[in-house]
């Protein structure tokens, strides 16, 4: 009797998310035969891989809700574009093989042209193969790690496509550590007037990444770097390293990682030790969010730790027209946007204006507009109006917006405050 | 091994039990001269580090050898256990109210003790409701049912966590006041001073209960053999529960230290404190209560000495090889299982 009612009610959820699903998909197969000049339009998909849950949400969601606002208020016509969410937090941390394994679901779903993810560098290094066998577009808000898509460290990027060497499959907004970490040496002696900085990572890509180039370029300036150090990202006991670290003296701190390896606890015993008049920096990992974000960096590190704290955004924050942005986000989430709202938004208008500009020529077949927007966006020679601003990609796939935003901790807002930003094409560190 | 004629409650005051004690004086020295001479100043202080981490890795790896003492389970849900302590204590603070550090000392004081007293008495009680179901009913199963059981319970904790409490880290009130006390020569902060006595206080206590109460000696005399010792009129089923309560309560005592001292706690948390809690066990001889102590500070050290030196990155291979070389040259560990005195 229990289990007959159980089953009803699964009935009738499954009813209803039939219907849900009905009115947005299932008549794929015969829209996309009747093609974009008759009268039903085609559904198509826009794959979010983002990570959504556990401490890795305060990174995912907003962001994942910038793509869900520029779906609602931009239209192509001919076209019906729904979500595929992907998540690929495992236990709430971002987990790159989660990454590859929804990369291979969207590519799998012939409706999906295009993705917007993922966030995370090391997790885009596990999806760019994926993506680029399938040929399907990935468009990342987030990824700041430089050798997704150059040269880097000496390994070509061309590793990470071994299916088809010459045909990109990714393309970001956000531009790469080799500049957020120049902008966070900026910080630290510009600024912060530091002259001695002790250098960590959480050993991961972006991490390890951000902070040699924060350390070669600190040095540059003229600024000595007292210690290098590597930290496991699963340490929760820092007490050594901040013990060891007031032996170097150091002006700045400068830690490059995500917030869960550990990042807010690094500077929270770094409080617990008195030592939160030292300023400290890091890249967009930690820029995650107020105080009142649950498990951000702000809130981790505490009201103590928080103080003299810098972080930067691999994206403007001086977009043209943030009033508007900012009010429909307000509107249909009730929430301020986050760092890479205003980023998934934009992927989202590359992808849509990108399938507007294909879809006269590429028909109907699905495969066929799946390539189509990928040779689309490839191509360097086009151009998006988007609501970061006027942009192209390079061959690489890299954006020709080289703009660094500047965070420092508020106390009164308890929040990031935005500084100021630098255009590094136009205002070159060296 | 104990020789079978000797009083079991006599057995702690053998000559091996100074060897012992010399021989940790001397490697805690010697501890601290190879940490200060690479930590520049605050040789002390990482000393302090050491032990306080140490000490915590201590409370988790005595529930591990306990169990792993009674009933040869490897209990692999430990960790988690230790991770859903640190819960119960957020819930506990945070539901009273606090927020921050209480400078009355007689309200710190009581609400310490209430702390810990709920928190270690709840995850006892957990850990006795995890032998009832998950592994009494295997007692007699091959040895390799109660271990995949245990990891399911592992999942089971996390996973419990996970959904119903939260999903992501969780800050927990530091009550005890970030202070400096300065003893003679010592400058130790208060949090840490508390971890370290504790400690060693709890640790002193399931010494003595075991050595030299009844109860104590039904443990150990399960420990030894388990139908003998049911044959002397020892109930098993409340011993081995009584030895799940103690070991899980001790767990529960690491978490809501690990709430004072670091501040947050995550449902993932259970896993790297439960392998190197494990290590700590194995390392000082499983089954064997003071070298699961012993075990859980030389991982503090070595996490420390790693750090110290700049190797920090290094500091989890450093432990493991660690343990692979005295496996290696001592298959049972650093102070063996001493059989008579495992419980």
């Known amino acids: ?430 | 091994m104990t020789p079978a004629t000797a009083p079991l409650g006599r057995v702690r005051l053998s000559a091996g039990r100074w060897n012992v004690a010399v021989g940790t004086i001397a490697a805690l020295v010697a501890a601290y001269v190879i940490i200060d001479l690479g930590a520049g100043g605050e040789g002390q202080a990482q000393f302090i580090n050491a032990l306080t981490i140490g000490a915590i890795y201590a409370l988790i790896a005595l529930g591990y050898t306990m169990v792993y003492g009674i009933i040869e389970l490897i209990n692999f849900a430990h960790g988690d256990v230790f991770m859903v302590g640190s819960f119960v204590s957020w819930w506990l603070l945070t539901t009273l109210g606090f927020n921050g550090a209480i400078t009355d000392p007689l309200l710190l004081g009581v609400v310490l003790a209430v702390g810990f007293v709920f928190s270690m008495g709840v995850m006892g009680i957990v850990g006795m409701v995890i032998e009832r179901f998950a592994y009494r009913p295997l007692r007699s199963a091959p040895r390799l049912a109660p271990l995949i059981t245990a990891i399911g319970v592992s999942f089971i904790l996390q996973n419990l966590v996970q959904v119903g409490v939260s999903n992501s880290i969780v800050t927990t009130p530091q009550i005890i006041p970030n202070t400096t006390l300065h003893i003679g020569p010592i400058s130790i902060s208060a949090i840490n001073l508390f971890i370290i006595v504790l400690a060693v206080v709890l640790m002193a206590a399931l010494q003595l209960f075991i050595g030299r109460t009844r109860l104590g000696r039904a443990m150990r005399s399960t420990a030894i053999d388990r139908d003998a010792a049911q044959l002397m009129g020892v109930d098993i089923n409340t011993t081995i529960a009584l030895t799940f309560f103690i070991g899980s309560g001790l767990a529960g005592a690491a978490g809501v230290v690990q709430g004072l001292y670091f501040g947050v706690s995550v449902f993932t948390l259970g896993f790297y404190a439960g392998l190197f809690a494990f290590t700590a066990a194995v390392l000082g001889g499983i089954g064997n209560t003071t070298g699961a102590a012993l075990g859980g500070f030389i991982i503090g050290f070595i996490q420390v000495i790693a750090a110290v030196y700049g190797y920090g990155v290094w500091s989890e291979v450093v432990v493991f090889t660690a343990l692979v070389l005295v496996l290696v040259f001592r298959p049972t560990g650093i102070l063996g299982q001493q059989l008579g005195e495992r419980a």
């Open chain 1, 1 to 430: 009797m229990k289990y007959a009612r159980v089953g009803a009610s699964l009935a009738v959820i499954a009813v209803v998310a039939s219907a849900c699903s009905g009115s947005t998909a299932s008549p794929a197969a015969s829209a996309a035969a009747s093609g974009a000049a008759g009268g039903a339009a085609i559904n198509v998909k826009v794959g979010i891989e983002l990570p959504m849950s556990g401490g890795e949400a305060p990174n995912g969601v907003p962001t994942a809700n910038g793509v869900a606002l520029a779906i609602d208020q931009v239209k192509v016509p001919g076209f019906n574009v729904t979500i595929s969410q992907q998540d690929d937090a495992v236990n709430g941390v971002h987990n790159p093989q989660q990454g590859a394994k929804n990369m291979q679901t969207l590519a799998n779903d012939p409706t999906v042209l295009f993705v917007v993810g993922p966030f995370n560098s090391n997790v885009g290094q596990a999806e760019i193969p994926v993506g680029n066998a399938a040929g399907l577009m990935q468009c990342s808000p987030a990824n700041t790690y430089p050798g997704l898509t150059k040269e880097w460290g000496g390994v070509s990027p061309t590793t990470l496509r071994p299916t088809h060497p010459d045909k990109i499959a990714y393309v970001r907004v956000a531009t790469t550590d080799d500049l957020q970490g120049a902008a966070g040496a900026d910080i630290a002696f510009n600024i912060a007037k530091a002259k001695t900085a002790y250098v960590a990572d959480d050993t991961q890509t972006y991490g390890k990444g951000l902070a040699d180039v924060f350390a070669t370029d600190f040095a540059k300036l003229g600024g000595t770097v007292a210690k290098r150090d590597s930290i496991p990202g699963s340490t929760t006991d820092f007490t050594s390293y901040v013990t060891a670290l007031k032996s170097f003296n150091p002006d700045y701190v400068y830690y490059g990682g995500v917030t869960t390896s550990g990042i807010g606890l690094f500077r929270k015993q770094m409080a617990q030790q008195g030592l939160q008049t030292i300023p400290f920096g890091g890249g967009d990992g930690i820029s995650d969010g107020s105080a009142a974000t649950k498990s951000s960096f702000l809130q981790i590190a505490g009201p103590a730790g928080d103080q003299n704290t810098y972080s930067t955004v691999a994206a403007t924050h001086d977009i043209p027209n943030p009033g508007a942005l900012q009010a429909a986000y307000k509107a249909k989430f009730g929430t301020d946007p986050g760092a890479y709202s205003a980023a998934g938004y934009a992927c989202t208008q590359v992808f849509l204006q990108a399938l507007q500009a294909v879809a006269a020529s590429a028909g109907s077949d699905l495969a066929t507009l799946r390539e189509a927007v990928r040779a689309y966006v490839a191509d360097p020679s086009h151009s998006y109006d988007t609501v970061l601003g006027k942009f192209s990609f390079d061959a690489n796939g890299d954006t020709t917006q080289h703009i660094i935003s500047y965070y420092g901790y508020d106390a009164t807002t308890q929040d990031w405050k935005f500084l100021q930003q630098r255009d590094f094409t136009a205002k070159p560190l060296f």
